[in-house]
């Protein structure tokens, strides 16, 4: 791979990038290791796909391994997942014995890569219990948790608190997510690569394409929300606001699409309830995509008058991010990271209800050079904001800030 | 001779404190017993390396909150204006807030206490520094390298300096009163710069031009 970096200079800046090389001189040369539990599929791996070449590029060796486990590990996690964003789930105690015992076997084949690391990056609670049996550490460990945690279910936190408040820190999407604990609580809001498949420019050709294949009427508008099939990106949401939009826009097509992720086993059983609730609609288009369809994302998203993303709990929604840096207008769901980023009546607009999607809907559609004027303004927000470039300062001043103890002014 | 200005650069981390303000109360009782003047400083002055919209209503966290989610447009404009820049010390300023919120709370029209859409979380965060290697040693070449500064380094010798230094101004001014008076009316002018309503990218811009024009009018 050529010199990556220099290709972001292009987007964000020279500077920018001379800004991170002098940043990461320091540490040189030091091993990371990111765990997580998946290596296709959501926000979290994409994340680990793109900024671990950047951190090699800088002098890091950094690597990156995947737990692995059985159905029954990943329904525990996805309970866990789901408590923390506050739904009020008993984990019973097979499953927690099992979550458990998969972290045993997977620190069994990661130990010594774990303990020779300078710093260990655990992403998300399925691999926390690796920090407790990690008992001849050398370096610091840093839990990063991406999930809106603003209010966990009490039981099921205090269960895995006790795995993650033994870490020299935590890293939060926001600082309403942040859980109090006895280590300084960093605050890194993700981002999105300007020069990946899902956000690359695309040929006038290959959008086009994408009606043909979806069947889509170019002539009519679309709204089109990109989302893994999960209750709390509210789908069934989105089809009511559609419909209540569709009595005053006759003319209008809506995509819902997304991918499953292996560490979710709902999918499919929310797939089939939006199935349903769309019945037989032939203008609601639900696409199953296959995890690496990046480039079919970036089409839907660039032939899509509005993007949607309602949804009623959000880590930090980078959907919306994506859907914003090809200058469009998201209409919102009031919840997470999406506040950070639809800029009420600037960049979007934030609803809580169908309703009000809907009501937003009809408005854009009416008021197209609002509609364009938003659309602009969210791509330049996303430009200053929430791109990669962006995010790994903060990763490696974080990094510094770790190996440097709490000090409030570092000088290197 | 004057020592050559050595350009350096900063990086910032946010670090949640894990304290919030649910209602106004809150917020001045968490103001009364803060002791960590990296809180104010965060909320009012490291809003110029975060994300934030290009046309904000509110200039610093407090009141952006307080419009935002307690819908107090009247104490929102009056937190708004306070400037940090004026205040020596940040313990000073949380007085000044102190005395605002009071002030609000005891007028008639004062809705008491509802509750806040969303709570304010209070941040502080920790900053990395370092050295660019790259020198001025004449201030002519001020301009064209001003211009090639990352935002960081902009923070860090027009904003942070103001904490860092005694004298609680910026680095450049501090600089050129070193050449015994030749540079006094440049470091004057940029030292009438306002910084706190403007992003820094516009910042940088406004020091190249104060600079370019300075030397343009024939000074050396």
Same mark, same amino acid.
């Given at each position: +791979?050529?010199?990556?970096?220099?290709?972001?200079?292009?987007?964000?800046?020279?500077?920018?990038?001379?800004?991170? *090389?002098?940043?990461? $001189?320091?540490?040189?040369?030091?091993?990371?290791?990111?765990?997580?539990?998946?290596?296709?599929?959501?926000?979290?791996?994409?994340?680990?796909? *793109?900024?671990?070449?950047?951190?090699?590029?800088?002098?890091?060796?950094?690597?990156?391994?995947?737990?692995?486990?059985?159905?029954?590990?990943?329904?525990?996690?996805?309970?866990?997942?789901?408590?923390?964003?506050?739904?009020? @789930?008993?984990?019973?105690?097979?499953?927690? =014995?099992?979550?458990?015992?998969?972290?045993?076997?997977?620190?069994?084949?990661?130990?010594?890569?774990?303990?020779?690391?300078? +710093?260990?990056?655990?992403?998300?609670?399925?691999?926390?219990?690796?920090?407790?049996?990690?008992?001849?550490?050398?370096? =610091?460990?840093?839990?990063?948790?991406?999930?809106?945690?603003?209010?966990?279910?009490?039981?099921?936190?205090?269960?895995?608190?006790?795995?993650?408040?033994?870490?020299?820190?935590?890293?939060?999407?926001?600082?309403?997510?942040?859980?109090?604990?006895?280590?300084?609580?960093?605050?890194?809001?993700?981002?999105?690569?300007?020069?990946? $498949?899902?956000?690359?420019?695309?040929?006038?050709? $290959?959008?086009?394409?994408?009606?043909?294949?979806?069947?889509?009427?170019?002539?009519?508008?679309?709204?089109?929300?990109?989302?893994?099939? #999960?209750?709390?990106?509210?789908?069934?949401?989105?089809?009511?606001?559609? *419909?209540?939009?569709?009595?005053?826009?006759?003319?209008?097509?809506?995509?819902?699409?997304?991918?499953?992720?292996?560490?979710?086993? $709902?999918? =499919? #059983?929310?797939?089939?309830?939006? +199935?349903?609730?769309?019945?037989?609609?032939?203008?609601?288009?639900?696409? @199953?995509?296959?995890?690496?369809?990046?480039?079919?994302?970036?089409?839907?998203?660039?032939?899509?008058?509005?993007?949607?993303?309602?949804?009623? =709990?959000?880590?930090?929604?980078?959907?919306?991010?994506?859907?914003?840096?090809?200058?469009?207008?998201?209409?919102?769901?009031?919840?997470?990271?999406?506040?950070?980023?639809?800029?009420?009546?600037?960049?979007?607009?934030?609803?809580?209800?169908?309703?009000?999607?809907?009501?937003?809907?009809?408005?854009?559609?009416?008021?197209?050079?609002?509609?364009?004027?938003?659309?602009?303004?969210?791509?330049?927000?996303?430009?200053?904001?929430?791109?990669?470039?962006?995010?790994?300062?903060?990763?490696?001043?974080?990094?510094?800030?770790? +190996?440097?103890?709490?000090?409030? *002014?570092?000088?290197? | 001779?004057?020592?050559?200005?050595?350009?350096?650069?900063?990086?910032?981390?946010?670090?949640?404190?894990?304290?919030?303000?649910?209602?106004?109360?809150?917020?001045?009782?968490?103001?009364?017993?803060?002791?960590?003047?990296? /809180?104010? %400083?965060?909320?009012?002055?490291?809003?110029?390396?975060?994300?934030?919209?290009?046309?904000?209503?509110?200039?610093?966290?407090?009141?952006?909150?307080?419009?935002?989610?307690?819908?107090?447009?009247?104490?929102?404009?009056?937190?708004?204006?306070?400037?940090?820049?004026? %205040?020596?010390?940040?313990?000073?300023?949380?007085?000044?807030?102190?005395?605002?919120?009071?002030?609000?709370?005891?007028?008639?029209?004062?809705?008491?206490?509802?509750?806040?859409?969303?709570?304010?979380?209070?941040?502080?965060?920790? /900053?990395?520094?370092?050295?660019?290697?790259?020198?001025?040693?004449?201030?002519?070449?001020?301009?064209?390298?001003?211009?090639?500064?990352?935002?960081?380094?902009?923070?860090?010798?027009?904003?942070?300096?103001?904490?860092?230094?005694?004298?609680?101004?910026?680095?450049?001014?501090?600089?050129?009163?070193? &050449?015994?008076?030749?540079?006094?009316?440049?470091?004057?002018?940029?030292?009438?710069?306002?910084?706190?309503?403007?992003?820094?990218?516009?910042?940088?811009?406004?020091?190249?031009?104060?600079?370019?024009? %300075? &030397?343009?009018?024939?000074?050396?």
């Amino acid at each position: +791979m050529g010199c990556k970096l220099d290709q972001y200079a292009e987007v964000a800046g020279r500077e920018v990038i001379d800004h991170l *090389r002098q940043l990461a $001189e320091p540490m040189k040369g030091i091993n990371v290791v990111h765990v997580n539990s998946t290596r296709e599929g959501g926000g979290v791996a994409e994340i680990l796909h *793109r900024i671990i070449p950047l951190q090699q590029e800088l002098g890091i060796n950094a690597k990156w391994e995947v737990i692995t486990g059985d159905p029954e590990f990943y329904q525990c996690t996805k309970k866990m997942h789901n408590a923390l964003q506050g739904d009020r @789930l008993y984990i019973p105690e097979t499953l927690l =014995k099992q979550y458990e015992a998969t972290n045993r076997r997977n620190y069994e084949r990661l130990q010594s890569v774990l303990e020779a690391a300078d +710093m260990v990056y655990i992403h998300d609670p399925q691999p926390a219990p690796l920090l407790s049996l990690c008992s001849n550490r050398k370096g =610091k460990w840093i839990w990063r948790c991406h999930i809106d945690a603003s209010r966990p279910y009490r039981p099921v936190w205090k269960y895995l608190r006790r795995f993650v408040e033994g870490y020299d820190a935590s890293i939060w999407s926001l600082t309403d997510f942040a859980q109090p604990m006895p280590h300084p609580l960093y605050i890194i809001p993700p981002s999105i690569d300007p020069l990946s $498949e899902k956000n690359m420019e695309l040929g006038k050709k $290959e959008i086009e394409k994408i009606y043909e294949q979806y069947e889509l009427d170019p002539q009519r508008p679309i709204l089109v929300q990109i989302s893994r099939f #999960d209750r709390f990106k509210d789908p069934v949401g989105v089809i009511q606001a559609y *419909r209540m939009a569709k009595a005053f826009v006759p003319r209008l097509q809506l995509v819902l699409a997304g991918g499953g992720a292996t560490d979710d086993p $709902e999918g =499919k #059983d929310v797939l089939i309830e939006v +199935m349903d609730y769309s019945d037989d609609d032939p203008d609601i288009h639900v696409l @199953l995509l296959p995890p690496d369809a990046h480039r079919t994302v970036n089409a839907l998203q660039r032939i899509s008058d509005i993007a949607l993303q309602k949804s009623l =709990k959000e880590g930090f929604g980078l959907t919306v991010t994506e859907a914003m840096w090809k200058a469009k207008p998201v209409i919102g769901g009031n919840a997470g990271g999406i506040r950070l980023q639809v800029i009420n009546h600037h960049t979007g607009f934030l609803v809580d209800t169908p309703e009000g999607a809907a009501l937003r809907i009809r408005y854009l559609l009416k008021n197209r050079e609002n509609l364009e004027v938003m659309g602009r303004r969210a791509k330049e927000y996303v430009r200053e904001n929430f791109l990669l470039t962006r995010h790994l300062r903060e990763y490696l001043t974080q990094m510094v800030a770790v +190996m440097r103890g709490s000090l409030e *002014r570092i000088q290197l | 001779m004057n020592q050559p200005f050595a350009v350096l650069d900063c990086a910032l981390i946010a670090i949640a404190t894990g304290q919030k303000a649910h209602d106004l109360r809150e917020l001045r009782d968490r103001l009364i017993t803060m002791s960590d003047p990296g /809180i104010m %400083y965060y909320h009012f002055w490291d809003a110029l390396l975060r994300p934030r919209f290009v046309d904000p209503e509110y200039q610093n966290d407090f009141a952006a909150w307080v419009w935002h989610d307690l819908h107090d447009r009247r104490l929102a404009e009056r937190l708004s204006i306070l400037n940090p820049a004026d %205040y020596r010390l940040m313990d000073d300023l949380r007085h000044k807030m102190i005395e605002v919120i009071e002030e609000r709370m005891d007028e008639e029209d004062f809705m008491f206490y509802p509750d806040a859409d969303h709570p304010f979380f209070f941040c502080r965060s920790q /900053i990395v520094i370092f050295d660019t290697h790259f020198r001025i040693d004449d201030p002519r070449k001020l301009s064209e390298i001003i211009a090639q500064m990352s935002l960081g380094s902009i923070f860090y010798h027009f904003i942070d300096s103001r904490r860092r230094t005694h004298s609680g101004i910026n680095d450049f001014s501090v600089w050129l009163r070193g &050449f015994e008076g030749v540079y006094e009316v440049l470091a004057d002018e940029i030292d009438a710069i306002d910084p706190y309503f403007d992003s820094l990218p516009v910042l940088r811009n406004e020091l190249v031009t104060v600079v370019e024009k %300075y &030397f343009k009018k024939g000074n050396h």
